[in-house]
């Protein structure tokens, strides 16, 4: 629409009277766009605020050369309407600028938006107004508005980041900014041209400048990862899919981690060989889709350091292989971030635009710049003179345009800027307390800028005004995020920012590109998926963690935490729960081994060790199985005689193999897991006396494994962690062997079924109470349980070798391990304990799959170390992935 038109519109709401509406949206781009569509719908009365001329947003501010967006376009669009989709046809696998910003026009004449959109309008300040229960914004232009609910769709990457380096006033040439890039055409042939930055901006914009400048020099500070984009038609694949399912892909859109439909990848790096994992990368890097090659290789490589790694090499390789310059690839390759812990670049032709004779990369980590003259730059070294300065710096991302609007001033006068001075807080991204009936799309705490953002703004959009709706329908006026809710939602977020690399970049996504913002990972780590999993939760929990307020209805406040379990642990249990299986007792003793068996054989395969060898010690009644772990570093190592779980009834050396293995990499130690025989075919004391001989032979016969001689180690989970402890009694009463420590993970201490955790646990954490019964039926008498060699925390336990007790919160076992640890300290028994928050029972085995967990096995193998008087290693995989980082936050414990 031509902007005269726009203006005539806009016009028609100009008065100098505050404007009373029901919902005022601050933003024109996708989100407010398809807001004012729902409102509508909805029977709303809603006003857009634009500080633009038109619509579009992003894609209106957004022009400089080579500007596209780095999803496919079929997938970067509205889903809301099928009759749109087959109304408009994508000519590109990624739409330019131009054809983007067409589009958004075209969804604006088609739902006639632009009449309740007021253009040039900026809004400067917002204010609660108590006693009326509404917003007053103040804007630049004409009349103030009054709201009952003020939406803010501002956008994540609208706040441009003003430049850092003196003098730009003094540059006599031209001056552009990337993301404020004129309408009229920018002559650039023939002339100098410098680009600051190498973002995702300056690298589209930059091999389409070096075409036309008769020099571009490219100032880069930080290298980053960029891939081929290999743009032309929608492939032919992507759209077969959309095609023959319409619905259903995009419905696996939104339920994907991503918002794009793509599975999630199972097989882990170590699974593959140099020359599989080489074929995958090279598919990948032609298909040029950055969520393919983000999700796509293998399991680990977005959460795991050694994983991604692996696909960093292989991207250097590349950039090598295109730059011929061997110190200019050298200055374009990343080493300071893990492969899309920052966000990689899309790109065509960038690495092999430095190959051009007309282009110059300074490396500004060599050599900053100094100031900015009138005729060009100088750094530290040398000057260069030039005609034009593009800067491609970035922006003030998923807080900038919201605290831009200063001051928002919420209940009791209180300034959102003073309530995020030290970072964003809100509950779900959505809201914030203390701000009643303020609404963000896609804010600080949602999936965002992590996401296809098209998917992401059509949930937050479609959750907002379905809870406007119901709230209308119910009679209330006010609704406001409670402060639990809220520090709930910053611990789930600190939670889930273990799940992934995001944290260990300084990046945008940790407001680290500008000074003086608070750190911390701003967008939502945890998956679109996941996330809208939640906000459908707090719904149906009766709008938990929202305080609902209205004249003529009672209050209503359903306070609490929505999430608090670990992410990752979340998700197993949700898709236990969906595979509604039978109680794990229902099946017999050997249907439970057979299933456990089964069960296992989907988890991923345990990391490589050095050697893993299979044999058999004696007992009192034949020979028992062990499995030994050795470490691929120099021995003799020191021996961990090892239990697993099962209850006494289950498990094997298989069912616990990925613990063993990770256990052994990070403790350097050999593990030797044993084969212990099970109930009810042998019932108690037999677990236990197994585990006492099998310690004291593995002792005796160090040097014929390959162990250190001298004092052996004791660990075990579970029940595993209940025959470790009566092992250390036995060997301390039956004269050796010598223990150096023991590490009891999750273990049954006592008989007694009334501690707390038992009732806070009954069901819905995998080990269930009546399981529990069912295992101690299985291996125990009541007459035979108080025995210490089953309630280990009945025995004298002075004199015992110094322990490290793992609990998980949501384990009916919580309280008797905690009750062990206390006891044990009591006795004067050097103890160690962590208590896991959000972990269930098997958190810690299921090694790759709980993620969350590998903070804990660290402080377990570290504890482990120091028993065995060995030096601590540096933290293995992402916890030692960037050199001088601070050590790990640990999500596991508090
Ligand atoms: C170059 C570029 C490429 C991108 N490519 C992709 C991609 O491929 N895929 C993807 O998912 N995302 C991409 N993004 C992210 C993109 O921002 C979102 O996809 C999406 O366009 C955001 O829409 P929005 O409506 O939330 O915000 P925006 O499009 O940013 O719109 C916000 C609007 O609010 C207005 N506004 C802000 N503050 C005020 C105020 N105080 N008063 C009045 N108006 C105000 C702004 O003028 C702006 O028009 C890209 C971003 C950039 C910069």
Same mark, same amino acid.
């Not at 780095?70 to 809301?80: K, L, P, R």
């Not at 593990?671 to 025989?677: A, E």
């Given at each position: ?10 016009? $028609? ?11 005022? /949206? ?28 038109? /619509? ?11 500007? =596209? ?14 009759? *749109? ?36 309008? &900026?809004?400067?300040?917002? +204010? ?20 009952? %609910? ?36 920018? &002559? ?21 400048? !070096? ?31 959309? $095609? ?27 699974? *593959? ?12 890097? !032609? ?53 899309? !812990? ?12 430095? #190959? ?47 605290? !831009?609007?200063?001051?928002? &001033? ?41 996401? #296809? ?6 949930? %937050? ?48 996504? +940790? ?41 003529? /209805? ?10 608090? *379990? ?18 794990? $007792? ?95 075919? %042998? ?17 005796? %016969? ?23 402890? @009566? ?119 299921? @090694? ?13 193998? $570290? ?11 540096? =933290? ?19």
């Amino acid at each position: 629409m031509p902007d005269g038109m726009v203006a005539a519109r806009a016009s $028609e709401s100009t008065n100098s009277e505050t404007q009373q509406i029901d919902v005022a /949206v601050v933003g024109a781009g996708f989100a407010g766009l398809y807001l004012l569509h729902r409102l509508r719908k909805a029977g709303f009365s809603a006003v857009v605020l634009e500080e633009a001329d038109d /619509v579009g947003g992003t894609w209106y501010w957004n022009r400089y050369p080579g500007a =596209r967006c780095d999803i496919q376009t079929i997938d970067y669009s509205y889903t809301f309407d099928p009759e *749109l989709e087959s109304a408009w046809k994508w000519s590109e696998k990624y739409a330019t600028q131009p054809e983007i910003l067409r589009y958004l026009g075209f969804v604006a004449d088609r739902y006639d938006l632009r009449r309740d959109i007021r253009f040039g309008t &900026k809004v400067t300040a917002a +204010t609660w107004d108590e006693g009326a229960q509404r917003w007053l914004l103040t804007t630049d232009n004409r009349a103030k508005v009054s709201c009952r %609910h003020y939406i803010m769709a501002t956008g994540c990457l609208s706040a441009p980041k003003p430049p850092e380096i003196e003098g730009v006033k003094d540059f006599k040439g031209e001056v552009y900014f990337t993301s404020r890039w004129p309408h009229a055409e920018v &002559k650039l042939a023939g002339k100098r041209v410098a680009v600051i930055g190498t973002g995702s901006s300056g690298i589209q914009a930059i091999p389409l400048i !070096a075409e036309q400048a008769a020099h571009l020099t490219v100032f880069q500070r930080t290298p980053n990862f960029a891939l081929p984009a290999h743009n032309g038609p929608a492939p032919a694949d992507r759209l077969a899919l959309l $095609e023959g399912d319409h619905a259903g892909y995009r419905e696996q859109a939104r339920w994907s981690l991503g918002g794009v439909p793509w599975p999630q990848q199972t097989v882990v790096s170590w699974q *593959l060989s140099d020359a599989e994992r080489r074929e995958r990368f090279e598919k990948a890097w !032609a298909t040029g889709d950055l969520i393919y090659i983000l999700t796509q290789l293998w399991a680990d490589q977005a959460v795991d350091a050694d994983g991604n790694a692996l696909l960093a090499d292989l991207i250097r390789e590349k950039i090598r292989s295109t730059v011929h310059d061997p110190e200019t690839a050298a200055a374009l390759t990343p080493h300071d971030h893990p492969f899309g !812990a920052k966000r990689p670049c899309l790109d065509t032709n960038y690495y092999a635009t430095y #190959n051009r004779p007309n282009v110059t990369l300074v490396n500004l980590r060599q050599e900053p710049i100094k100031a900015i003259t009138s005729s060009g730059i100088t750094t530290d070294k040398r000057g260069f003179d030039v005609d034009v300065i593009v800067f491609a710096t970035g922006f003030d991302a998923m807080t900038g345009a919201i605290r !831009a609007v200063h001051p928002i &001033k919420g209940r009791g006068g209180k300034s959102l800027s003073d309530v995020w001075a030290h970072g964003p807080q809100t509950y779900l991204g959505l809201t914030v307390a203390g701000f009643p009936n303020l609404f963000m799309i896609t804010g600080p705490g949602s999936p965002s800028v992590l996401s #296809n953002m098209a998917v992401s703004i059509e949930q %937050h959009v479609d959750w907002v005004v379905d809870r406007l709706t119901a709230m209308r329908e119910a009679g209330f006026a006010a609704i406001e995020a409670t402060d639990a809710a809220q520090a709930g939602w910053a611990r789930h977020m600190a939670d889930c920012s273990m799940l992934t690399l995001h944290r260990l970049a300084n990046t945008w996504y +940790t407001g680290a590109n500008v000074p003086g913002k608070a750190q911390g990972v701003m967008p939502y780590t945890g998956g679109v998926g996941p996330y809208r999993s939640i906000c459908n939760e707090v719904v149906g929990q009766g709008m938990l963690g929202f305080r609902l307020t209205g004249p003529n /209805v009672p209050e209503q406040c359903n306070d609490g935490e929505i999430v608090r *379990l670990q992410p990752d642990v979340r998700l197993v249990l949700n898709m236990l729960a969906e595979m509604k299986l039978p109680p794990l $007792e229902s099946f017999g003793s050997q249907g439970a081994r057979d299933f456990v068996a089964q069960f296992n054989a989907a988890r991923p395969a345990g990391r490589p060790v050095g050697e893993v060898v299979d044999g058999t010690l004696p007992s009192t009644d034949g020979p028992l199985p062990y499995r030994l772990y050795r470490p691929a570093t120099p021995g003799p190592h020191p021996i961990v005689v090892y239990f697993h779980g099962g209850g006494w009834v289950l498990g094997d050396a298989q069912s616990d193999d990925p613990f063993c293995r990770d256990m052994c990499r990070r403790t350097g130690m050999i593990f030797v897991s044993v084969g212990y025989r099970h109930a009810p075919e %042998h019932r108690f004391p037999t677990a236990a006396e197994d585990g006492y001989a099998a310690a004291r032979w593995i002792a005796e %016969h160090a040097t014929e494994l390959g162990g250190k001689v001298g004092p052996v180690l004791v660990a075990g989970w579970s029940a595993g962690g209940n025959i470790a402890a @009566v092992t250390c009694q036995l060997a301390r009463d039956r004269g050796g062997p010598q223990i150096a420590g023991q590490l009891l993970v999750c273990p049954v201490t006592d008989c007694t079924f009334d501690r707390p955790s038992y009732n806070d646990n009954v069901t819905g954490y995998f080990l269930t109470r009546s399981l529990m019964y069912w295992f101690w039926d299985l291996y125990s008498s009541p007459a035979d349980r108080a025995d210490p060699r089953v309630s280990p925390l009945r025995g004298k336990l002075a004199g015992l070798p110094p322990a490290y007790v793992v609990t998980c919160e949501f384990d009916p076992l919580r309280d008797e391990g905690i009750a062990y640890a206390d006891a044990l300290a009591a006795a004067g028994i050097a103890v160690e304990q962590l208590q896991a928050r959000g972990h269930f029972h098997s958190s810690f085995t299921m @090694v790759d799959v709980v993620i969350t967990g590998v903070s804990g096995r660290a402080r377990m193998a $570290e504890a482990m170390r120091r028993f065995a008087g060995l030096p601590q290693e540096p =933290r293995q995989g992402h916890e030692s992935v960037r050199q001088g980082l601070p050590r790990e936050v640990d999500a596991a414990a508090n």
